[in-house]
Structure formats: structure tokens, C-alpha cells
């Protein structure tokens, strides 16, 4: 119990600053014998007061970006529709077959970020004066704006590990932010996503006919711990060394990789 509330802290940590916290969770709660699919459910459910934490936070980077949250929060919310279903309809077996898929992309997203970021960096800087504003974003990129944000929707739904990530990098490319206001829109939309996922997997764990259920110890002492996380990544999470945080994520998600494939 102590080291799945810990746990909890360190994604709730990961989350706001990185995106990538189910990478300690979802291992853990494995780890100790929590079927996939309800270490799944479980975790999402748990995260999602360290998402409000960490979001919070990040209110002042939100300044000005009410009306580009407006028109991607329905996006995200309809993708994560659609990832809590395709969790719950298809069989586990699949998701075990996914699962580590699912695994090596958000590690290699992890991996990656840095120099990703330093790219992203020059593009903007080399594009100068003709750089684009979200005033005149046009139609085609708008458009590929919410299908990205609708993807990673799913993808969150369904497996939730880097979707931060999943989202910085790519909304990088297309949306004029600078990162730290990017992360803060990031969390809104990360926090949107597991929200309705925890709801779907609540009510179907309540009237579900136990068919998914929830592991509740595991989702107050994930929720206990990310609450906390949530408030120490937003304050004094961005001074922690990013090398160190990528270490240990890429560690417990090749741990998790290799509990998936076992099971196998």
C-alpha cells in the first residue's frame, strides 16, 4: 500500500510536469497482481485529482487561452469516449496484444522529447515575423489541430501512459504556444480525457454486473497520492532534473513491458 501510494505521488509529480505518470502506476498495480484491464480502469480513476491539482497550478500559463481550450475540450471528451469503449468491448486478450505496443511508443515519446523540443524551439524561432498566431491558423491546420487532439482522446481513453507527451509533441508542430503554455493546455486537456474515463469506468464497474470492476484500494491510495503529486509538480516539480525523471519512467515502463509480455 505504501509503495502504490508513493506510487501515485510520483505520477501525480510526472503528470504535471512531463505526462507520463501511469508509466509508475500502471506497473505497480501489475506488479502487485491488478489485472490489466483493472489497473487500467483503477489508475484512471485515481490520477484524476492530480490532474485538477496540476492543472490549478498551471492557471496562470491558461491566462488568454480560454477560447483554444473551448474548442478542444470536445475533441479530447469525444476521444475519450471512444478509447473507455474500445477498453471495455474488446477482449483482455487484446489488450494485452496492445498493451506493450502502447508501451514502447510512449517510451520512445519520452526518449525523444528532448531533442523534439530543442527542433520545435528553431522551427519557431527560424520562422520569425511570418510565424503563425492562433488568430491565423488556418482551416487545414484547425482541422488537424482536433483530429490530433481527438487521436490522443483515444489513445488516453483507452491506455492513458504519455498522452501528455503524445499531445506536447505534436501540437508542437501546429499550434503557436509557447511550451510552458502549451504544457498548461496539455494538462487541461489530459485532465478532460481521464475525467470521462473515470466516469465510464465507474459506472460500468456500479452497473456493470462486475464484469469491470474497479480495485478501489488501489484508486484511493493512486488518488490519496496524486493529489499530492499534482501540488508538488505545479510548484517545484519544473527544478527537478529531466534527465533523472526520464530514467526512472523509461525503467518502470520497460518493467511494465516485460510483466505484459509475460502474461502473454
Request: charged share 10%; glycine share 12%.
Amino acid at each position: 500500500m505504501a509503495l502504490v501510494l508513493l506510487a501515485g505521488v510520483g505520477a501525480g509529480v510526472i503528470n504535471t510536469i512531463v505526462g507520463s505518470g501511469t508509466l509508475i502506476t500502471f506497473p505497480t498495480l501489475v506488479a502487485f497482481g491488478v489485472p490489466p484491464v483493472t489497473a487500467t480502469m483503477s489508475n484512471a480513476v485515481g490520477l484524476v485529482p492530480g490532474n485538477v491539482t496540476g492543472s490549478f497550478g498551471y492557471r496562470r500559463e491558461l491566462a488568454g487561452q480560454g477560447f483554444l481550450v473551448k474548442r478542444l475540450l470536445p475533441a479530447s471528451l469525444l476521444g475519450s469516449l471512444v478509447g473507455a469503449y474500445l477498453l471495455l468491448h474488446l477482449p483482455e486478450d487484446t489488450f494485452i496484444a496492445v498493451v506493450p505496443v502502447l508501451l514502447v511508443l510512449a517510451l520512445i515519446l519520452v526518449v525523444v522529447q528532448p531533442p523534439l523540443q530543442k527542433w520545435l524551439k528553431a522551427r519557431r524561432e527560424a520562422s520569425g515575423a511570418d510565424a503563425v498566431t492562433l488568430d491565423t491558423m488556418s482551416t487545414p491546420r484547425t482541422a488537424a489541430v482536433l483530429v490530433t487532439v481527438f487521436l490522443s482522446g483515444i489513445y488516453g481513453g483507452y491506455f492513458a501512459a504519455a498522452q501528455g507527451i503524445l499531445l506536447m509533441g505534436v501540437l508542437g508542430l501546429l499550434v503557436p504556444l509557447a511550451l510552458q503554455r502549451m504544457n498548461a493546455l496539455k494538462n487541461v486537456l489530459v485532465l478532460a480525457v481521464n475525467v470521462v474515463s473515470a466516469t465510464t469506468y465507474i459506472v460500468v464497474a456500479t452497473w456493470g454486473g462486475g464484469t469491470h470492476p474497479l480495485d478501489w484500494t488501489a484508486v484511493g491510495l493512486v488518488a490519496a497520492g496524486s493529489l499530492v503529486g499534482g501540488v508538488i509538480g505545479a510548484g517545484i516539480g519544473r527544478r527537478l532534473p529531466p534527465l533523472l525523471l526520464r530514467a526512472c519512467i523509461v525503467v518502470l515502463g520497460l518493467v511494465a513491458l516485460y510483466t505484459i509480455l509475460g502474461m502473454g
